[in-house]
């Protein structure tokens, strides 16, 4: 598999993960949805276990626009372009690890190998930004040098 195929999968696995999530999120919120209308109690609106069941439904819904929010970053990435410098939508290997900048997925597997989705948020990121290969950077007393960008 050359380098852009590559890239791409490493893209729509890290979609696909969301994906997952967004599914998984909706699945509870209808949970919450059904026990809310399944509850007996009192139907006053200081009701602490009706409360209780919104904040949750509040709490699902704010992780549903997240993970939404990062499915629309990721589509902005463009799998046929391989960039040069480290930077957004860059898969970077070092001498240490492999890493996508994106959206903080953390670890996935693509390939029997593992990747790291980071943001542009994070340390290592800002350590490396707008590197090259052969570049070396360091990181909590470590030092990494970057093998390859695509």
């Not at 209308?37 to 006053?44: L, M, P």
């Not at 609106?45 to 699902?60: A, S, T, V, W």
């Amino acid at each position: 598999m050359n380098k852009l195929e590559l890239r791409k999968k490493i893209i729509d696995t890290c979609i696909s993960i969301l994906e997952q999530n967004v599914q998984t999120v909706r699945d509870t919120i209808n949970e919450i949805i059904q026990t809310a209308s399944e509850y007996e109690g009192d139907h006053d609106m200081f009701d602490p276990f009706r409360d209780n069941i919104l904040k949750k439904k509040d709490i699902q819904l704010q992780q549903l626009e997240k993970y939404m929010d990062d499915i629309k970053l990721l589509l902005k990435i463009d799998p046929s372009k391989s960039p040069e410098i480290v930077e957004f939508g860059a898969i970077v290997i070092t001498d240490k690890q492999k890493m996508i900048v994106s959206t903080a997925i953390g670890k996935i597997q693509v390939d029997n190998d593992t990747y790291f989705a980071i943001s542009t948020q994070v340390p290592v990121y800002k350590a490396m930004q707008g590197l090259k290969t052969g570049e070396t950077f360091s990181i909590n007393n470590n030092q990494f040098t970057i093998k390859d960008i695509f």
